[in-house]
Nanobody, 126 residues
Framework: VQLQAFGGGLVQAGASLRLSCAAS????????VGWFRQASGKEREFVAG????????YYADSVKGRFTISRDNAKNTVYLQMDILKPEDTAVYYC????????????????????WGQGTQVTVSS
């Protein structure tokens, strides 16, 4: 599956931003999908994951209550609504997908997804 993320930008602290990731090539609903991010000089980290049907969701503690992941299987798209943005949210954000049978939103970060999209830069100024 091919993934393309977009929607990043420069915003002030406290603002909102919505990222989108469009998938193509395979049946989108067969994949767990999620978002990761990598800040400059730091390792890539898990942000959020969502199950194939969208009924199971898991967030990193750092974004819980501020970020919302969702998916529209009819549009082959996964979203990340980011509210109350903080300067520490500044990073390149990547969407990812995993089609292995035992991967869940809770294990996506630990297992590492099998497909990656290109990143989109999010910069939050203080």
């Amino acid at each position: 599956v091919q993934l393309q993320a977009f929607g990043g930008g420069l915003v002030q602290a406290g603002a909102s931003l919505r990222l989108s990731c469009a998938a193509s090539g395979r049946t989108f609903s067969n994949y767990i999908v999620g978002w990761f991010r990598q800040a400059s000089g730091k390792e890539r980290e898990f942000v959020a994951g969502i199950s194939r049907s969208g009924t199971s969701i898991y967030y990193a503690d750092s974004v819980k209550g501020r970020f919302t992941i969702s998916r529209d299987n009819a549009k082959n798209t996964v979203y990340l609504q980011m509210d109350i943005l903080k300067p520490e949210d500044t990073a390149v954000y990547y969407c990812a997908a995993d089609g292995r049978p035992f991967t869940t939103p809770h294990t996506l970060g630990a297992r590492g997804p099998t497909y990656w999209g290109q990143g989109t830069q999010v910069t939050v100024s203080s």
